[in-house]
């Protein structure tokens, strides 16, 4: 985030304004029981599936590194403050909510968004071949495995950074 932050203050003139809109969990919320965790922990758990049968190898697996990092409100405002270029204008913490059986329901459709999201990583990684399976494995432990990924907590940070002058 500090790089982040420092090449926007290079871009951004004294009193220009940059909105964020920055996926995040609640500060009370520990990051295991994210819903980034719980949907990287099921990702991960397919992988080890397919190891089983020989599909992709264990290496390959203890090799991959997603550089994912979700915040907290407060990380963001810390490193905010630690940039010192910026002012928070405005930050509002917007709740991911899910009605009950919202997972059970769409769990095709949340399986084709995280696929939007990881298929370059995979691909890149592990070939092109494993996608379909590794996805359609998804979507039946997303199915199998709702009331975790309906625990998983996870808010939308909006953020308003205003440039302060040197």
Excluded: W
């Excluded at 819903?35 to 991959?64: H, P, W």
């Excluded at 403050?81 to 329901?105: A, Y």
Aim: charged share 25%.
């Amino acid at each position: 985030m500090e790089c982040f932050l420092h090449a926007r203050a290079q871009e951004t003139v004294h009193g220009g304004l940059m909105v964020l809109a920055t996926p995040g969990y609640p500060a009370d919320t520990p990051p295991s029981h994210t819903l980034a965790n719980v949907t990287y922990q099921i990702l991960g758990s397919c992988l080890i599936d397919m190891a089983r049968k020989g599909v992709v190898s264990e290496e390959k697996i203890d090799s991959f590194n997603v550089p994912i990092y979700y915040v907290c409100p407060r990380e963001l405002e810390a490193a905010v403050e630690r940039n010192g270029c910026f002012s928070i204008e405005i930050m509002e913490h917007l709740p991911t909510v899910m009605e009950q059986d919202t997972i059970s329901k769409n769990s095709k459709l949340i399986a084709s968004h995280t696929r939007a999201v990881m298929e370059g990583p995979f691909k890149q990684h592990f070939g092109e071949e494993i996608l379909d399976d590794l996805f359609d494995l998804f979507h039946k432990k997303v199915e199998e495995q709702h009331s975790a990924f309906e625990s998983g907590k996870a808010v939308d940070i909006l953020t308003v950074l205003k440039r302060k002058a040197n």
